[in-house]
């Protein structure tokens, strides 16, 4: 006798860790702990953020075949909902199933671009993402302003799929202020929900 299928029985999962991710999410518990150059101290600030991760085609290099995903996150300050976000990035989530390997590929708009990555399982549900400058597989690159006053010396980010079906980030990149001379932790951290999935039934265009 055949065992049913029900809501919680796992596919294929095609994209390996990255599966669980696919969707549009909210959360508003974010809080991002930085260093602000004009007020010269260093802020906690609660945010809420938007983020949606979208299957791409699978990408080829030679032998390598990845799958992965194209995704966006976006956040405003708490009181500024509807106004200017003060956090955008973009890029690709990759998973390497012959290596084991998870891919983070980003950059945001004040000029900095990081290109991190750690092992994993085809059904981990927490992913480790590492990169350091100078890195010959996974670095960080800045523009000059930013390097000259807050060089980027270590970046670690952790995804989680916690067991309500919600997903927990945690980012931590290391600077060194020019200002100061002293490294801080620039770091940020939510908790999303998913608030639309995506079938083929449902337009995602």
Known sequence: MSTPVTATTAG???????????GEWEGNLGIDLSYHNKDDETI?????????????????????SMEGLNYSMTAWRHGEEAMDPFHDETGYLLWDK???????????????AILAGGDAGPRDRS????????SGAYGLCQNKYLLERARAMAFESTFTMNDDGTFSYVSDLVLKLT??????????????HRVKRYHPSIETA
């Open 44 to 64: 906690e600030t609660g945010y809420f953020e938007r983020a949606w991760f979208k299957p791409i085609p699978v990408v080829e290099n030679g032998q390598q």
């Open 127 to 134: 992913l480790t993402f590492v990169a350091e400058p100078g």
């Open 179 to 192: 200002a100061t001379g002293a490294e801080m932790h620039h770091t940020d951290r939510n908790t999303l």
């Open 98 to 112: 012959a290596n084991g390997q998870v891919i983070r590929c980003f950059a945001v708009p004040r000029g900095l």
């Open 12 to 22: 294929p999962q095609k994209l390996g860790p990255l599966t669980p991710l696919v």
